[in-house]
C-alpha cells in the first residue's frame, strides 16, 4: 500500500538559514555552559555519556559533541502510522499535515447547548470518531479528557479512547516510565507485537519538558519510548516573560535549547529512535498572564522559528495551526485559526496541531474543528501554490477561443475545474439564498455538520477480542494504581 | 533594598516605612497594571524586591519591637505534591505582593499536610494551591481534607489554581474559590478576605 506523501508547504522563509545557525550555536553554548535539571534516571544517561553532572546530581551539563552526534544519529524521516495503513504518512521535507486537539482540554463546548463544561471519557470518544470522520485532519490528539475515571489511569482510558476509535495516526502523551509501558503494550496488542509496532508504529508520544531548561519524571516516558522506537514528539512550551526571554528568539531559543536535550537523551538511550522536532516559544500575554495561542508571537515562535530549526538540523517537526484564544468559534476564532494554520503550513511543520482548541487551549470545540477542517483546505490550497506550465498556461486555448468568446464548455475547463479548493463547509452563495436558508451563521453550519458526521461515520472497530485485551491492561492498571 | 535600609536607619517606624513607601510605591503601579499601562513583568518586578524588603528588612525590625506588620491579608501558596510547576503560583504571589498582601510562598511539590502545617504556624487566612497537571489537580481536594481534619477548615479560605482546575471542580471539592488567571486569582482573594 502507498503512504500518503502530502503536499510540502515551506516556502515563507521568515527565519533565514543563518539565523537558524546563530540560535543553534546559542543553544549548544546554552546546553554546555547552564545545562538542563534532571531526575536522577536522566542524569545518569547523560553522565554515562561524558556529561558533568553538578548540583548534587541534578544538572547535566550536556557537551556540543553529544548533541551534534545525536543531531545526526535521529531519522530524517519518519514512518507515522495508522491502525489502518491507508492513513499512514510520512513525516519529512516540510510536507504538512493537520491534527485534532491536542492534550486534554479542561473544558468542552458541549455541541447541543454551546455551554462550556467538564468533559469525560464519552465526550472524547465522540472528539475522536469526529476526528476520524474529518478529511483533512490527518492525526488525532483530543479536544477533551476522561476526566471522569481515576486520575492514576486517566491516560490509559484515554489511548483505550483513541486506539478504539479512530483509525488514523495517534499522538498523545503518556506521563512517566510505568505508564508507558502499558501504553506500548496496548499498542503492541493492536498490531500483533513489539516488533511490528517498531516497523510501523500506529501512534506517537507527546512529551513535554519543563522549561525552563528541564527534564521531569513525566519526560522518562521518552526513555520507554525511544528504547521501543516508538515515534517521540517533543514539546516544550516556555512562555514568553515568564518561563523565558520576553523576546520571540529568545524565548524560542529556551525551546531550542530543550528539544536538543531532549533529543540527545532519546539518541543516547536508543541510537536512530524516530524523534520529532519540536523547539517551541509560546505566548503570554503581559496582561492576562495566560499563555495566548492566537498571538502572532506564538505562531511565530511556534512554527516559523521551530520550522527553520527543523529545516536546519533536517529533521521532521510538530507544531501549531488551528487553534485560538476565542471563547466562541466567532470572527476572531477564524482569524487567528487561519494565521497560524497558514504560517505553518508555509513554515513546513509537518505535524500541525490544535484544531479545535479555543480560549487558549482551556475549551474543545468539535465546532471549531470542523471549521479549521475547512480552513486546512484553503490552506493547503494555497499551499500546493501555482503550478505554471505549457498546460496550465493554455495558450493554444486562448488562440482557439479567441476575443469575445468563452471559455465554458472548453475541454481544457472541464479537465482542470476540480483542480481547485471547492468550499465543504463555508458559504459562497448569494445573500438572498443565504437568507431563504434560515441565515445561519458559519458555527451552525459546522455544529449541524459535527452532529451529521457523528451520525453517520463510524471508524472501523477493533477486533473484540483485542477490544477485550485493552480494556484489560486498563482495568489491571486501576487495581494496581488506584488509590482508594 | 537601599532605601528601606536608610529609612530604618534614620529612625522611621518600620510599618510607615511599608504604608508611606512601599505600599505607596505598589499602589501605583497596581494602577497603572490595571489601566494597562504597565504589564505583569512590570508587577513582578516591582513586589519582588518589596517583598525582600519587607521580609529582611522590615520584618525583623518590626519583631525587635513586638510589634505586628499591618498587611491586607496572609496568604499561604504553595504547587501541590507531585507538581513541580510553578510560575503560575509565583504570578499569583507576585500580584498578591503587589495589592499588599502578606505572602507565605512554601514551594512547589508540597504535600498536603504541609499546607496545613504552614497555615496553622503563620495565622494565615488564605491557602492557595496550584496545580498544572490533571493527574495533580486531585492533590487539591486532599488539602480540602486534611484541614478538615485538622479543624481548621472554617478557620481559612483555601483557593485552588492551575490549568486543569475549574469552578465546577472547586466547588466539587468544597474549596472557597477559584480563578482562571492571576489577575482574577487577586479579585477573588481580596472578596474572600472582604477587601472589595
Given at each position: 500500500?502507498?503512504?500518503?506523501?502530502?503536499?510540502?508547504?515551506?516556502?515563507?522563509?521568515?527565519?533565514?538559514?543563518?539565523?537558524?545557525?546563530?540560535?543553534?550555536?546559542?543553544?549548544?553554548?546554552?546546553?554546555?555552559?547552564?545545562?538542563?535539571?534532571?531526575?536522577?534516571?536522566?542524569?545518569?544517561?547523560?553522565?554515562?555519556?561524558?556529561?558533568?553532572?553538578?548540583?548534587?546530581?541534578?544538572?547535566?551539563?550536556?557537551?556540543?559533541?553529544?548533541?551534534?552526534?545525536?543531531?545526526?544519529?535521529?531519522?530524517?524521516?519518519?514512518?507515522?502510522?495508522?491502525?489502518?495503513?491507508?492513513?499512514?504518512?510520512?513525516?519529512?521535507?516540510?510536507?504538512?499535515?493537520?491534527g485534532m486537539g491536542g492534550t486534554p482540554t479542561p473544558y468542552i463546548r458541549?455541541?447541543?447547548?454551546?455551554?462550556f463544561r467538564r468533559p469525560g471519557k464519552q465526550d472524547m470518544v465522540e472528539c475522536t470518531?469526529?476526528g476520524?470522520?474529518?478529511?483533512?485532519?490527518?492525526?488525532l490528539m483530543t479536544l477533551a479528557g476522561a476526566f471522569d475515571v481515576p486520575y492514576e489511569v486517566e491516560y490509559l482510558h484515554e489511548f483505550e479512547v483513541l486506539?478504539?476509535n479512530?483509525?488514523?495516526?495517534i499522538l498523545f502523551s503518556v506521563p512517566?516510565?510505568?505508564a508507558?509501558?502499558?501504553v506500548?503494550?496496548?499498542?503492541?496488542?493492536?498490531?500483533?507485537?513489539?516488533?511490528?509496532?517498531?516497523?510501523?508504529?500506529?501512534?506517537?508520544?507527546y512529551?513535554e519538558?519543563?522549561?525552563?531548561?528541564?527534564?521531569?519524571?513525566a519526560?522518562?516516558?521518552?526513555?520507554?519510548?525511544?528504547?521501543?522506537?516508538?515515534?517521540?514528539?517533543?514539546g516544550?512550551m516556555?512562555?514568553?516573560?515568564?518561563?523565558?526571554?520576553?523576546?520571540?528568539?529568545?524565548?524560542?531559543?529556551?525551546?531550542?535549547?530543550?528539544?536538543?536535550?531532549?533529543?540527545?537523551?532519546?539518541?543516547?538511550?536508543?541510537?536512530?529512535?524516530?524523534?520529532?522536532?519540536?523547539?517551541?516559544?509560546?505566548?503570554?500575554?503581559?496582561?492576562?498572564?495566560?499563555?495566548?495561542?492566537?498571538?502572532?508571537?506564538?505562531?511565530?515562535?511556534?512554527?516559523?522559528?521551530?520550522?527553520?530549526?527543523?529545516?536546519?538540523?533536517?529533521?521532521?517537526?510538530?507544531?501549531?495551526?488551528?487553534c485560538?484564544?476565542?471563547?466562541?468559534?466567532?470572527?476572531?476564532?477564524?482569524?487567528?485559526?487561519?494565521?497560524?494554520?497558514?504560517?505553518?503550513?508555509?513554515?513546513?511543520?509537518?505535524?500541525?496541531h490544535d484544531?479545535g482548541y479555543l480560549a487558549g487551549g482551556s475549551v474543545g470545540s468539535m465546532?471549531?474543528a470542523?471549521?479549521?477542517?475547512?480552513?486546512?483546505?484553503?490552506?493547503?490550497?494555497?499551499?500546493?501554490?501555482?503550478?505554471?506550465?505549457?498546460?496550465?498556461?493554455?495558450?493554444?486555448?486562448?488562440?482557439?477561443?479567441?476575443?469575445?468568446?468563452?471559455?465554458?464548455?472548453?475541454?481544457?475547463?472541464?479537465?482542470?475545474?476540480?483542480?481547485?479548493?471547492?468550499?465543504?463547509?463555508?458559504?459562497?452563495?448569494?445573500?438572498?439564498?443565504?437568507?431563504?436558508?434560515?441565515?445561519?451563521?458559519?458555527?451552525?453550519?459546522?455544529?449541524?455538520?459535527?452532529?451529521?458526521?457523528?451520525?453517520?461515520?463510524?471508524?472501523?472497530?477493533?477486533?473484540?477480542?483485542?477490544?477485550?485485551?485493552?480494556?484489560?491492561?486498563?482495568?489491571?492498571?486501576?487495581?494496581?494504581?488506584?488509590?482508594? | 533594598?537601599?532605601?528601606?535600609?536608610?529609612?530604618?536607619?534614620?529612625?522611621?517606624?518600620?510599618?510607615?516605612?511599608?504604608?508611606?513607601?512601599?505600599?505607596?510605591?505598589?499602589?501605583?503601579?497596581?494602577?497603572?497594571?490595571?489601566?494597562?499601562?504597565?504589564?505583569?513583568?512590570?508587577?513582578?518586578?516591582?513586589?519582588?524586591?518589596?517583598?525582600?524588603?519587607?521580609?529582611?528588612?522590615?520584618?525583623?525590625?518590626?519583631?525587635?519591637?513586638?510589634?505586628?506588620?499591618?498587611?491586607?491579608?496572609?496568604?499561604?501558596?504553595?504547587?501541590?505534591?507531585?507538581?513541580?510547576?510553578?510560575?503560575?503560583?509565583?504570578?499569583?504571589?507576585?500580584?498578591?505582593?503587589?495589592?499588599?498582601?502578606?505572602?507565605?510562598?512554601?514551594?512547589?511539590?508540597?504535600?498536603?499536610?504541609?499546607?496545613?502545617?504552614?497555615?496553622?504556624?503563620?495565622?494565615?487566612?488564605?491557602?492557595?494551591?496550584?496545580a498544572l497537571l490533571s493527574t495533580s489537580l486531585p492533590?487539591?481536594?486532599?488539602?480540602?481534607?486534611?484541614?478538615?481534619?485538622?479543624?481548621?477548615?472554617?478557620?481559612?479560605?483555601?483557593?485552588?489554581?492551575g490549568a486543569p482546575c475549574t469552578?465546577?471542580w472547586?466547588?466539587?471539592?468544597?474549596?472557597?474559590?477559584?480563578?482562571?488567571?492571576?489577575?482574577?486569582?487577586?479579585?477573588?482573594?481580596?472578596?474572600?478576605?472582604?477587601?472589595?
Open positions: 500500500m502507498m503512504v500518503g506523501r502530502s503536499t510540502k508547504g515551506i516556502s515563507l522563509n521568515i527565519v533565514s538559514k543563518e539565523d537558524a545557525g546563530s540560535i543553534h550555536v546559542a543553544a549548544l553554548e546554552i546546553l554546555e555552559k547552564t545545562g538542563m535539571d534532571c531526575t536522577p534516571k536522566i542524569a545518569e544517561v547523560f553522565r554515562k555519556a561524558g556529561a558533568d553532572i553538578e548540583n548534587n546530581g541534578k544538572r547535566a551539563k550536556i557537551p556540543q559533541h553529544l548533541v551534534e552526534e545525536a543531531l545526526r544519529k535521529a531519522p530524517k524521516t519518519i514512518l507515522f502510522g495508522g491502525r489502518n495503513p491507508k492513513n499512514d504518512v510520512v513525516l519529512e521535507d516540510g510536507r504538512i499535515y493537520f458541549d455541541l447541543q447547548t454551546g455551554e470518531r469526529l476520524d470522520g474529518l478529511p483533512n485532519i490527518k492525526f486506539f478504539n479512530t483509525e488514523k495516526p512517566g516510565g510505568d508507558s509501558r502499558r506500548l503494550e496496548m499498542a503492541s496488542t493492536i498490531v500483533g507485537g513489539m516488533d511490528a509496532l517498531r516497523k510501523r508504529p500506529i501512534f506517537g508520544l512529551s519538558t519543563m522549561s525552563p531548561l528541564s527534564f521531569t519524571e519526560n522518562e516516558n521518552m526513555m520507554e519510548f525511544s528504547k521501543a522506537r516508538v515515534p517521540i514528539a517533543l516544550p516556555p512562555m514568553t516573560g515568564s518561563t523565558a526571554p520576553v523576546t520571540v528568539a529568545g524565548c524560542s531559543l529556551i525551546g531550542t535549547s530543550e528539544n536538543l536535550a531532549a533529543i540527545t537523551l532519546v539518541q543516547l538511550v536508543n541510537p536512530g529512535a524516530p524523534v520529532i522536532y519540536a523547539g517551541w516559544g509560546t505566548h503570554m500575554d503581559p496582561v492576562t498572564t495566560r499563555c495566548a495561542y492566537g498571538a502572532p508571537e506564538f505562531t511565530l515562535g511556534t512554527d516559523a522559528v521551530n520550522a527553520a530549526m527543523a529545516h536546519y538540523y533536517g529533521l521532521p517537526c510538530y507544531g501549531f495551526g488551528g485560538s484564544d476565542s471563547k466562541f468559534p466567532d470572527a476572531q476564532a477564524g482569524a487567528e485559526v487561519m494565521m497560524n494554520a497558514m504560517v505553518a503550513a508555509l513554515s513546513g511543520v509537518n505535524l500541525i484544531c465546532e471549531m470542523v471549521v479549521a477542517n475547512e480552513i486546512a483546505g484553503m490552506v493547503l490550497r494555497i499551499a500546493r501554490g501555482v503550478e505554471v506550465n505549457d498546460e496550465t498556461l493554455a495558450v493554444d486555448t486562448i488562440h482557439e477561443v479567441g476575443p469575445g468568446g468563452h471559455f465554458l464548455s472548453h475541454k481544457h475547463t472541464l479537465k482542470w475545474v476540480r483542480d481547485a479548493f471547492m468550499p465543504q463547509l463555508f458559504d459562497r452563495t448569494s445573500e438572498v439564498t443565504w437568507a431563504k436558508a434560515g441565515r445561519k451563521q458559519i458555527y451552525e453550519v459546522a455544529r449541524e455538520r459535527a452532529k451529521k458526521i457523528l451520525k453517520e461515520h463510524t471508524p472501523e472497530p477493533l477486533p473484540k477480542d483485542v477490544q477485550q485485551k485493552i480494556s484489560n491492561i486498563v482495568k489491571e492498571a486501576e487495581k494496581e494504581l488506584v488509590k482508594t | 533594598m537601599e532605601v528601606t535600609r536608610k529609612a530604618l536607619a534614620a529612625g522611621i517606624d518600620p510599618s510607615t516605612v511599608i504604608e508611606q513607601g512601599i505600599a505607596k510605591g505598589l499602589k501605583i503601579v497596581g494602577k497603572k497594571f490595571e489601566d494597562g499601562e504597565l504589564f505583569l513583568m512590570h508587577l513582578v518586578a516591582a513586589a519582588e524586591p518589596s517583598q525582600k524588603a519587607i521580609k529582611e528588612l522590615i520584618e525583623p525590625e518590626i519583631k525587635k519591637r513586638k510589634g505586628e506588620r499591618k498587611s491586607a491579608g496572609k496568604v499561604v501558596l504553595g504547587t501541590v505534591a507531585g507538581d513541580i510547576h510553578d510560575i503560575g503560583k509565583n504570578i499569583v504571589g507576585a500580584m498578591l505582593i503587589a495589592a499588599g498582601f502578606d505572602v507565605i510562598d512554601i514551594g512547589k511539590d508540597v504535600p498536603a499536610e504541609e499546607f496545613v502545617k504552614k497555615a496553622k504556624e503563620v495565622n494565615a487566612q488564605v491557602v492557595g494551591a496550584s492533590v487539591q481536594a486532599e488539602i480540602v481534607k486534611a484541614f478538615k481534619k485538622a479543624n481548621m477548615r472554617d478557620k481559612v479560605k483555601l483557593v485552588f489554581g469552578t465546577e472547586v466547588k466539587e471539592i468544597g474549596g472557597d474559590g477559584y480563578a482562571e488567571s492571576a489577575v482574577e486569582g487577586v479579585n477573588v482573594i481580596k472578596q474572600l478576605v472582604g477587601i472589595k
